[in-house]
């Protein structure tokens, strides 16, 4: 019984971690172009 609890939890944690990196990386995204802006508008 605790190997199947285990697996579901692992079955649904595996993707929520996939999707948080994937919101990281988004996120970065948008913080490099907000930068990017900024020297541009500097200049």
Not at 5 to 12: E, F, K, L, P, R
Not at 37 to 43: A, G, L, N, R
């Given at each position: 019984?605790?190997?199947l609890?285990?697996?579901?939890?692992?079955?649904?944690a595996?993707?929520?971690?996939?999707?948080?990196?994937?919101?990281?990386?988004?996120?970065?995204?948008?913080?490099?172009?907000?930068?990017a802006?900024?020297?541009?508008?500097?200049?």
């Open positions: 019984m605790q190997v609890i285990a697996q579901a939890v692992g079955g649904i595996s993707p929520l971690r996939g999707f948080v990196g994937v919101l990281g990386g988004l996120m970065r995204s948008v913080v490099c172009a907000l930068q802006i900024k020297d541009t508008k500097k200049e």
